[in-house]
């Protein structure tokens, strides 16, 4: 069986678009080289405001990677929205993928019924789920897109 736990937090590092997509990616980073060794895999939404982050793995290191997360500065407030246990991961092959919103993803989330502002204190884990597996075929079409192009 498969742990995972989607919580939300608030980002506090101020900043405009550049910034914030710089704490992403040292993030993301970070979270890739840990979550490699502890055998999580998942997704990290961002829309400026909030993170929204699904951890999936073994339910130990699921917690352990949480708690640390919880502590760091970056942001605050960490609710965990649902844990439940799984049959197969959802993510098997992001040890931890990462999306912005940026005018470019808008459409996968107005296809989510989310137009301006996300408000994740409203969102349920399954309607979380859902955004994070289409933005994750965004992020895998784009980057097919550039390989093929470069
Ligand atoms: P390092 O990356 O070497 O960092 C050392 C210390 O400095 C840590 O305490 C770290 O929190 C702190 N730190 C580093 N950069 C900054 C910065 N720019 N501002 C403030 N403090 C900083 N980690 C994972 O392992 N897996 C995840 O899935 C994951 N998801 C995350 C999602 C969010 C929304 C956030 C904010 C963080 C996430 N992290 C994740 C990062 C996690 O909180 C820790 O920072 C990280 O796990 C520590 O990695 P490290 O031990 O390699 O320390």
């Known amino acids: 069986m498969i742990h995972q736990l ?13 910034a914030m997509l710089t704490n992403l990616r040292e ?3 970070a979270s890739q080289r840990n979550n490699g060794r502890d055998g999580i895999t998942g997704f990290l939404i961002f829309d400026k405001t909030w993170f929204v ?5 073994d339910r130990a290191k699921v917690t352990e990677t949480y ?9 605050s407030g ?5 844990v439940r246990d799984v049959e197969a991961r959802l993510f098997p092959n992001w040890t931890m ?6 005018p470019e993803v808008q459409e996968v989330y107005l ?16 309607q979380i789920v859902a955004l994070a597996l289409d933005l994750q075929a965004f992020e895998k079409a784009k980057r097919q897109g550039q390989r093929l192009a470069s």
Do not use: F
């Open 27 to 29: 993030i993301v980073s």
């Open 6 to 18: 989607v919580y939300y937090s608030r980002n506090t590092v101020p900043g405009g678009d550049r």
């Open 67 to 75: 708690n640390r997360i919880a502590r760091d500065t970056r942001h």
């Open 78 to 82: 960490t609710t965990i929205i649902n």
């Open 53 to 57: 982050q699904i951890l999936e793995g």
């Open 97 to 102: 993928g990462g999306a912005m919103r940026t």
């Open 111 to 126: 296809q989510h019924g989310i137009g301006s502002a996300m408000d994740p204190v409203r969102l349920k884990s399954t």
